[in-house]
């Protein structure tokens, strides 16, 4: 690994960018979780908040950065073990204003 005069540490990645593919088993040790399925988490628990809290699976799926509406239901489906629909009905999923400052008021009914 060498530096250049920017100060950037130039190695397999260019010292630009480290994404997933420059990432080693090292960076799994904050929460345990490799960078991708991390994020595939965060993006389905979003998903899984606007689904219960009433909007559309069509419009999650759309706004939340799936190829399409099957795509969130596989994903729904892998973490839960239930359809999107059934999801939507869960109260565990109650939108709070601490996990949502800027949604939770108005979500509610």
Request: net charge positive; glycine share 12%; with cysteine.
């Amino acid at each position: 690994m060498r530096v250049s005069r920017a100060g950037l540490r130039a190695g397999t990645c260019g010292g630009v960018s480290r994404g997933a593919a420059c990432r080693g088993p090292e960076d799994n040790s904050q929460i345990g979780l490799p960078p991708k399925r991390a994020a595939k988490l965060v993006r389905f628990d979003h998903a899984a908040h606007r689904l219960a809290a009433g909007e559309g699976a069509a419009r999650v799926a759309a706004d939340g950065g799936y190829a399409d509406q099957s795509h969130l239901h596989r994903d729904v489906v892998a973490f839960t073990s239930a359809t999107p629909a059934t999801l939507a009905g869960e109260p565990w999923l109650a939108v709070d204003d601490t996990a949502w400052p800027d949604r939770g008021p108005q979500l509610r009914s």
